[in-house]
């Protein structure tokens, strides 16, 4: 194995393939690839599939003292380790063999009931049997690609959208429209014509402090995306890892709590949870609510792919829902991440000023902002990234989250994992980089 890092070597030696980090290309990010001295014919889907340009990120971060504002990862200071290692010696002290065992592919039973009781208290009706367990959400949206996209579907995101979904939606075929958004979320009025024009597959929508975007669906708009759900017979797949890290009132209700509201609309449903963001992102626990018929084939291809989530993690998560803890550790995230916020706003205004714009987010991990040229500075986020990069400051450009025609003044700065201080640094650094 070799290994090049010229950009005209950006493809296999083969020349069967072409990068899989082209999106990076366009972004202006170069990166090592590795390449094959034999010949090797893979599967013709992954053709049009790239490498997370987040990771691929990451190998540019080994700089030391770099102040990264590029990951999406909660900060591991806030998990509430006490508790889960409460819950991890209970289970293992009680009964340890159905744990350690092999289990239903549906999820570890006690955990579908607890989760059906979490979900009540965020105003969602849902059984034990209207769910199952998945190994993180990202696998509940690898099966709902299994199950529903064929090569050629449309789907339909928002503009921008979760990098790993397109990249998901992608490996299965999927041709991909991007429905523009603001800062209540998704543009309803285009997405309904969208729908109308291109009659998608499906609708995929992270409707709460969304990322990369941070934007909050309005609660008007959410009702009028389950009529025209219902309306249109369109399956529209809501992604909610991060409603419950709201900094001040509570966001909207989820669509799926809505639906009750909106007759038909649960039919043309899906919601992906997680205890990624909110627990732990190591249990590897998430889960999906759908319609009865899709349950069904999602479990068969959970079957083919991994038999079962982790019974010992699920059972860690169900019997940590009963030691009513998570309510006081959400508490203490929710405002780190508000005050970090907070910082970040203020930093970014004043180390920044007219040379940026931005929302400020009302929950989540992220920022979203762009790049304005005033008063002759750079509106590339790409090339910024380079100088930040040197400045030791790293960013994600937001080229990568874009299905098509990226915006490349755009870019993502997470807050989770960063203190105060190097909040204020990292930003202080990025003025110097502009």
């Given at each position: 194995?070799?290994?090049?890092?010229n950009?005209?070597?950006?493809?296999?030696?083969?020349?069967?393939f072409?990068?899989?980090?082209?999106?990076?290309v366009?972004?202006?990010?170069?990166?090592?690839?590795p390449t094959?001295?034999?010949?090797?014919?893979?599967?013709?889907?992954?053709?049009?599939?790239?490498?997370?340009?987040?990771?691929?990120?990451?190998?540019?971060?080994?700089?030391?003292?770099?102040?990264?504002?590029?990951?999406?990862?909660?900060?591991?200071?806030?998990?509430?380790?006490?508790?889960?290692?409460?819950?991890s010696?209970?289970?293992l002290?009680?009964?340890?063999?159905?744990?350690?065992?092999?289990?239903?592919?549906?999820g570890?039973q006690?955990l579908?009931?607890?989760?059906?009781?979490?979900?009540?208290?965020?105003?969602a009706?849902?059984?034990?049997?209207?769910?199952?367990?998945?190994?993180g959400?990202q696998?509940?949206?690898?099966?709902i690609?299994?199950?529903m996209?064929?090569?050629?579907?449309?789907?339909?995101?928002?503009a921008?959208?979760f990098?790993?979904?397109?990249?998901?939606?992608?490996?299965?075929g999927?041709?991909?429209?991007?429905?523009?958004?603001?800062a209540d979320?998704?543009d309803?009025?285009?997405?309904?014509?969208?729908?109308e024009?291109?009659?998608?597959?499906?609708?995929?929508?992270i409707?709460?402090?969304?990322?990369?975007?941070?934007?909050?669906?309005?609660?008007?708009?959410r009702?009028?995306?389950?009529d025209?759900?219902?309306?249109?017979?369109?399956?529209?797949?809501?992604d909610?890892?991060?409603g419950?890290?709201y900094?001040?009132?509570?966001?909207?209700?989820?669509?799926?709590?809505?639906?009750?509201?909106?007759?038909?609309?649960r039919?043309?449903?899906a919601?992906?949870?997680?205890?990624?963001?909110i627990?732990s992102?190591g249990?590897?626990?998430?889960?999906?609510?759908?319609?009865?018929?899709?349950?069904?084939?999602?479990?068969?291809?959970?079957?083919?792919?991994?038999?079962?989530t982790s019974n010992?993690?699920?059972?860690?998560?169900?019997h940590?829902?009963?030691?009513?803890?998570l309510?006081?550790?959400l508490?203490?995230?929710?405002?780190?991440?508000a005050?970090?916020a907070?910082v970040?706003?203020?930093?970014?205004?004043?180390?920044?000023?007219?040379?940026i714009?931005?929302?400020?987010p009302?929950?989540?991990m992220?920022f979203w902002?762009?790049?304005t040229?005033?008063?002759g500075?750079?509106?590339?986020?790409?090339?910024?990234?380079?100088?930040?990069?040197?400045?030791?400051?790293a960013f994600v450009?937001g080229?990568?989250?874009?299905?098509?025609?990226?915006?490349?003044?755009?870019?993502?700065?997470?807050?989770?994992?960063?203190?105060?201080?190097?909040?204020?640094?990292?930003?202080?650094r990025?003025?110097?980089?502009?």
């Amino acid at each position: 194995m070799g290994w090049v890092s010229n950009q005209s070597q950006f493809t296999l030696i083969t020349g069967q393939f072409p990068a899989c980090n082209a999106r990076l290309v366009h972004a202006g990010l170069f990166f090592s690839t590795p390449t094959l001295s034999f010949f090797m014919q893979f599967a013709q889907r992954l053709q049009n599939v790239e490498t997370s340009a987040i990771r691929e990120l990451f190998k540019l971060l080994g700089k030391p003292g770099i102040i990264s504002f590029a990951g999406g990862f909660p900060d591991p200071a806030l998990f509430d380790a006490t508790g889960i290692a409460q819950a991890s010696a209970f289970v293992l002290a009680n009964n340890p063999g159905p744990v350690l065992q092999y289990g239903a592919t549906e999820g570890y039973q006690p955990l579908r009931e607890g989760l059906s009781a979490f979900m009540a208290n965020k105003g969602a009706t849902v059984t034990a049997d209207g769910l199952i367990v998945t190994t993180g959400s990202q696998q509940a949206l690898d099966l709902i690609g299994k199950t529903m996209i064929s090569p050629g579907d449309k789907v339909i995101v928002e503009a921008p959208t979760f990098l790993a979904t397109i990249q998901c939606f992608r490996l299965y075929g999927a041709h991909i429209i991007g429905a523009p958004i603001d800062a209540d979320g998704v543009d309803v009025d285009k997405l309904e014509t969208l729908i109308e024009e291109h009659k998608p597959k499906l609708v995929y929508l992270i409707p709460t402090f969304g990322n990369p975007s941070g934007a909050t669906l309005s609660l008007a708009r959410r009702k009028r995306i389950l009529d025209i759900a219902a309306r249109t017979q369109t399956l529209v797949v809501e992604d909610d890892p991060y409603g419950e890290l709201y900094f001040d009132a509570a966001p909207p209700p989820s669509l799926l709590a809505l639906s009750a509201e909106v007759p038909g609309s649960r039919d043309w449903l899906a919601h992906c949870g997680s205890f990624s963001k909110i627990l732990s992102p190591g249990l590897r626990v998430g889960w999906l609510i759908a319609p009865a018929a899709l349950l069904a084939k999602a479990t068969m291809c959970k079957q083919f792919s991994d038999a079962h989530t982790s019974n010992l993690t699920q059972a860690i998560c169900a019997h940590y829902l009963t030691l009513n803890r998570l309510n006081d550790a959400l508490a203490v995230v929710r405002s780190t991440y508000a005050e970090r916020a907070r910082v970040m706003a203020d930093s970014l205004r004043r180390e920044l000023g007219d040379a940026i714009a931005f929302n400020q987010p009302q929950g989540g991990m992220f920022f979203w902002a762009s790049l304005t040229g005033a008063n002759g500075k750079s509106a590339n986020a790409p090339e910024f990234a380079k100088r930040a990069i040197e400045q030791g400051v790293a960013f994600v450009p937001g080229a990568p989250f874009f299905a098509h025609d990226p915006d490349l003044s755009t870019l993502r700065l997470s807050f989770a994992t960063a203190d105060v201080a190097k909040i204020e640094e990292g930003i202080a650094r990025l003025g110097r980089a502009l």
